[in-house]
């Protein structure tokens, strides 16, 4: 018993011990670091986590009719090739005229167009009356016509030479391409410029980066195959 009482004595020693040093440390002692008293003010505020609106992937847009030819996709294309028109204005009318007039074809050379917001909005996709019928282009010539051949050919209207392409334009070929690659089954090693194939013109011009539209085409390929 007078063992027990000497424990309890001992623990309200130290107990008091404990408090009577919080009470100095906090009234009587020094005034509180700023520093830990700011940590103090902003630690105890806990913002509980949200949980992330699943939203659809960038990329999950609805094909527009107009892409799909009433035939349905022939299984002639193995590439695409970008070109600009390097006017400052223009759209699929207005080069189809060019082209009929000018360079005696029967119709736009083209596939598509993309506008700058002159003859079309900015980013406009105009579809050529080729890729109706599945027809070969008239738009990047070379020894044995492969590339007009196989290749579906798409002009961004404006100089890239003088200028970037505009951001909608870039958006709406990501897409466009996107589609095609999907659809013909062709792979980013397919995808080229008229310059890089033929050697023989700036076109799209030195303002179009063909590396930063494959780079984003990686991504937004990515985003397709493994939906969240
Ligand atoms: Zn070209």
């Not at 193995?78 to 028109?85: A, E, G, L």
């Not at 105009?126 to 109706?132: A, F, I, M, P, T």
């Not at 033929?198 to 063909?210: D, I, K, N, Q, V």
């Amino acid at each position: 018993m007078k063992r027990l009482l000497l424990v309890s004595t001992s623990l309200m020693w130290v107990g008091w011990s404990l408090g009577c040093s919080t009470a100095k440390h906090g009234v009587l002692g020094d005034l509180p670091d700023p520093v830990f008293a700011t940590r103090a003010a902003v630690a105890p505020v806990v913002v509980p986590a949200i949980e992330p609106r699943r939203e659809r992937p960038r990329n999950a847009w609805r094909v527009p009719r107009g892409w799909m030819p009433p035939s349905g996709v022939s299984s002639r294309w193995t590439c695409i090739v970008v070109h600009h028109s390097a006017s400052s204005s223009g759209g699929a009318e207005a080069f189809d005229r060019h082209h009929r007039n000018v360079r005696k074809w029967s119709e736009l050379g083209y596939h598509f167009v993309i506008g700058n917001g002159t003859d079309t909005a900015d980013g406009e996709i105009e579809v050529g009356s080729r890729w109706n019928k599945q027809k070969h282009g008239a738009h990047c010539k070379t020894a044995n016509n492969h590339y007009n051949n196989h290749g579906v050919g798409i002009c961004l209207v404006g100089n890239l030479n003088h200028h970037p392409p505009t951001r909608s334009q870039m958006d709406s070929l990501a897409r466009l391409v996107n589609f095609l690659m999907r659809e013909c089954g062709i792979g980013l090693n397919g995808l080229h410029t008229h310059g890089g194939v033929t050697r023989r013109t700036e076109c799209p011009g030195a303002r179009f980066s063909l590396a930063a539209l494959k780079s984003r085409l990686r991504t937004e390929v990515t985003a397709v195959s493994h939906p969240r």
